[in-house]
């Protein structure tokens, strides 16, 4: 299958491009390069080959010949996209529905589409599924719901888009990403020996690991149409909902020797859980393989090779935020997050 795959330079994409490969794939990668001078580890083969290219750019004839587009390349959680709503919902919703058009309008005939399970919004009792009403919080949520909407809309006989909401991601990969609360939690215990809850941990968080978001797409590429034909599939596993110091406990387990304190409920109603059933009995081919436990395990691994120290767990690049304000100061990136100068060269 020839596939078009946008973000092959973030945290998902650098996992993902060089797996599809591995499938057999014919794979073209593009991506907006706003991370392209961050690697945390060499993964071992060379840098997947990517296009620069702002999603908002792509037009039909770009994608002519293709079989299915793979679009992961947005703005990336919650306080990226409160830091300036009007160009999250620009790029996020507009330039992903654009991205859409431009696929149906060149004969894709798949559009896999990386949602979250934050439009889900805030907790409730019992676990949400794929019928649940969603419940945006941020823009960041907001967009991927419109999305969902709008692309959806398009389904029809010749193009059959796919949603995957993804639980919150965890686990290595070279484009690292630090802002995510597994991932958070490793580094700062790795550099500091210490994981000092403010809370007393008790909201739970649906967590999927960085590899088994992968094989979603990939099963949802090469699924039968009617198994995936306008389907949303909630992407983890329901025995992987954790309470927060569940996973604190975890990452302190992996590392011998640190100090793990809990602090006092802080009224925090940012809690809810997902039920995976869907995608366990209806994705043919997908299970996930990796846990929490898993994952703290092998990021410790990989601290303890690079011998990873503080700098380079808050370096920019690892958080989305910081590195898009460093590019903002600088003035190589607009208000638009348009580049003004060239950014590094992507691999």
Known sequence: MKVFVTGTEGYIGSVL????????????????????????????????????????????????????V??????????????????TH?????????LAKAARAAGVSRFVYTSSCSVYGLGEDGYRT????????????ECKTLVERDVGAMTGDGFSPTFLRNATAFGPSPRMRFDI?????????????KIALTSDGSP????????DICEAIRCALEA?????????????????????????????????????????????NRSYRVSFEKIASQLPGFHCQRDAETGARELMEVFQRIDMDEAT?????????????????AESLDKDLRWQTEPATAG
């Not at 739970?204 to 590899?211: F, K, Q, S, T």
């Not at 406990?249 to 809990?262: D, K, M, R, Y």
Request: proline share 7%; hydrophobic share 35%.
């Open 17 to 68: 491009a060089p797996r599809l490969v591995e499938a057999g794939h014919d794979v073209h990668g593009v991506d907006s390069c706003f991370y392209t001078d961050g690697w945390l580890f060499d993964p071992g083969h060379e840098p997947f080959p990517t296009e620069k290219k702002d999603i908002r750019d792509v037009t039909p004839q770009d994608l002519e010949g293709y079989d299915a």
């Open 224 to 268: 039968p149409r009617d198994a995936i034909h306008g389907e949303i599939f909630n992407v983890g596993s329901t025995a992987q909902n954790y309470q927060v110091r569940e996973i604190a406990e975890f990452v302190a387990q992996a590392l011998p020797g640190c100090e793990l304190t809990i602090g006092s409920s802080d009224g925090d």
């Open 313 to 329: 767990f808050t370096a920019a690049p690892f958080t989305r935020l910081k590195q898009l304000q460093k590019h903002i100061r």
């Open 181 to 193: 609360v597994l991932n958070n939690l490793a580094g700062l215990a790795w550099t500091t020996r």
């Open 204 to 211: 739970w968080r649906p967590l999927v690991h960085v590899a």
């Open 90 to 98: 620009n790029i996020n919703h507009l330039g992903s529905v654009s």
């Open 70 to 87: 793979v679009h992961m390349a947005e703005l990336s959680n919650d306080p990226l996209g409160q830091f300036n709503p009007g160009v």
């Open 130 to 141: 794929e019928t649940s009403e969603t419940n945006p919080q941020t823009a960041y949520a």
